[in-house]
């Protein structure tokens, strides 16, 4: 076998010298070996293929699913898990302190006026997995089924668990859609949505629409803030966390826009952004959290003219 010097090499490999030694350090360069304290490598000996680089994801999404896939506990995706959850279900009552909805993402424990709690965990996975999925009825049914699966709805013969309501409902004072024409409303605004523009104004007009349809018997405003979830990180839209000290001007806000009035509830939204880019800027991603910023600015700027 023919050897060569390290600086031939280095020569022949377009390189320096000294890379080369660490090649022959770190036991890269097959056939290399030591003599009197210089190295003889294999003329015929192979660059070896550099380490790539360690990559970092460069949306909201990928820093979520590279999170939960890797189980880290304290990031990003541990904080939006508990700070979505506790707050969606706080706005329709529940009495779980934030310490307490933490302790049951954290210990998986189960108990039967828990059991949305942790489908609302399951349910924020699902939107964070399948969040390039298309938007559909089916998709939209799942999570309701994900939502309500062994509760004490889904042992009553009246309520449908995944499935469209049954029986005509109402929304505090707000008549929503008869039963029997939800499908077709359903249709109708994924028809709409498929086609929008994917804005934040637009956006915020598909969770309203959807809410006025009020398509199951129950669980619709934590279905409905899932959709927001999904879309806003299926679009690269930031997401927001609409705390329950904002549950009023968010209830407001959804009067106010289908009477005409949008400010209200467009502030408490870029609100509940402004709290989730905190959450960014904390677990260190302030590159995403500038461009967080940089989108938000862009967008009133936009809904300015």
């Known amino acids: 076998m023919d050897f060569i010097t390290i600086e031939e090499i280095a020569a022949k490999w377009g390189i320096t ?4 030694r660490s090649y022959c350090a770190g036991n890269r360069i097959a056939g290399a070996i030591l003599e009197h304290g210089e190295w003889k490598i294999p003329a015929d000996a192979a660059k070896p293929e550099r380490k790539r680089r360690r990559t970092f994801p460069t949306t909201v ?3 979520l699913e590279a999170e939960r896939s890797s189980r880290i506990s304290g990031g ?7 700070d979505i959850t506790y707050n969606s279900n706080h706005i329709e009552g529940s009495r779980l302190t934030h310490e307490q909805t933490r302790w049951i993402f954290e210990t998986k424990t189960i108990v039967d006026d828990i059991v949305e709690t942790a489908n609302h965990f399951r349910a924020v996975d699902k939107v964070i997995t399948t969040a390039s999925s298309a938007l559909t009825e089916a998709y939209i049914k799942r999570l309701h089924e994900i939502l309500k699966s062994g509760t004490i709805d889904s042992r009553k013969d009246w309520f449908a668990v995944g499935e469209y309501k049954r029986l005509d409902n109402v929304v505090g004072e707000m008549e929503t859609c008869p039963a029997k024409d939800v499908h077709r409303e359903m249709a109708e605004l994924l028809a709409w949505w498929k086609s929008a523009g994917k804005t934040f104004e637009n956006l ?3 969770h309203v629409r959807f809410e006025q349809i009020h398509p199951f018997q129950d669980g619709n405003g934590r279905v409905g803030r899932l ?8 679009y690269n ?3 927001f966390v609409i705390a ?5 001007f968010y209830y407001l806000g959804l009067q106010d826009w289908r009477h005409g009035s949008r400010r209200r509830l467009m502030d408490t939204y870029r609100t509940g952004q402004d709290v989730f880019i905190l959450g960014l800027r904390q677990f260190g991603h302030a590159k995403l959290a500038e461009k967080a910023e940089a989108e938000q600015k862009t967008s009133e700027r936009r809904e300015a003219k």
């Not at 010298?17 to 080369?20: D, G, I, S, T």
């Not at 959709?227 to 299926?234: D, G």
């Open 244 to 248: 329950e000290n904002f549950k009023q």
């Open 237 to 239: 839209i930031t997401p």
């Open 76 to 82: 990003l995706y541990h904080r939006l898990q508990i």
């Open 204 to 206: 915020l007009d598909l």
């Open 17 to 20: 010298p000294r890379q080369v």
């Open 227 to 234: 959709i927001l979830l999904k879309e806003c990180l299926k």
């Open 61 to 63: 999404l990928g820093v």
